[in-house]
């Protein structure tokens, strides 16, 4: 998956900050198309994930029986809802706001259902996500911001994940 390297700027990345995290911006895989589909509870989104391929996968792919076509996967309501919310520029913390509002559902309750379910897409590569460095870029102390702060951008929905 390329674009998840595209993503990635170092190798070695701090642990992020409670406001690095709800300020980072959730971006879906552009190789992952979706559609909305009419489910049981109502609009859902069906996933096409495209298998995996390039370097040893070509040669893998007929020995380890991977899949060649597209894998569907149906997100229920909520989860459909939350896939259309992350649209690249809501940050996280604007997507809780938006859940608890429209769920009536208490901050920490929002807080750790998004999360939770964004860590979930993020280790599926299903979501990225871009984080806005602050105060400190990989332990280093920064005298003033240099232009425009620098961004730095996760994907693989590791701890420093949201």
Same mark, same amino acid.
């Given at each position: 998956?390329?674009?998840?390297?595209?993503?990635?700027?170092?190798?070695?990345?701090?642990?992020?900050t409670?406001?690095?995290?709800?300020?980072?911006?959730? &971006?879906?895989?552009?190789?992952?198309?979706?559609?909305?589909?009419d489910? *049981?509870?109502?609009?859902?989104?069906?996933?096409?994930?495209?298998?995996?391929?390039?370097?040893?996968? @070509? #040669?893998?792919?007929? &020995?380890?029986?991977?899949?060649?076509?597209?894998?569907?996967?149906?997100? +229920?309501?909520?989860?459909?809802?939350?896939?259309?919310?992350?649209?690249?520029?809501?940050?996280?913390?604007?997507?809780?706001?938006?859940?608890?509002?429209? #769920?009536?559902?208490?901050? @920490? *309750?929002?807080?750790?259902?998004?999360?939770?379910?964004?860590k979930?897409?993020?280790? @599926?590569?299903?979501?990225?996500?871009?984080?806005q460095?602050?105060?400190?870029? +990989?332990?280093?102390?920064q005298?003033?911001?240099? *232009?425009?702060?620098?961004?730095?951008?996760?994907?693989?929905?590791?701890?420093?994940a949201?």
């Open positions: 998956m390329q674009w998840l390297n595209d993503f990635l700027v170092a190798k070695n990345r701090r642990q992020l409670r406001e690095e995290s709800l300020g980072a911006i959730p &971006i879906r895989n552009p190789d992952v198309d979706w559609e909305e589909v489910g *049981e509870m109502g609009a859902e989104v069906l996933l096409s994930v495209p298998p995996p391929k390039g370097g040893m996968v @070509r #040669y893998l792919r007929p &020995i380890l029986m991977l899949p060649t076509k597209p894998r569907q996967l149906q997100l +229920d309501v909520m989860g459909s809802h939350v896939w259309r919310l992350c649209d690249g520029e809501r940050s996280v913390l604007e997507v809780s706001d938006i859940l608890q509002r429209e #769920y009536k559902l208490s901050h @920490r *309750e929002s807080m750790l259902s998004l999360t939770s379910y964004l979930t897409l993020g280790k @599926r590569g299903l979501m990225a996500f871009a984080v460095r602050t105060a400190e870029l +990989d332990g280093e102390e005298d003033e911001p240099s *232009e425009a702060a620098k961004t730095e951008e996760l994907a693989d929905g590791s701890e420093n949201p």
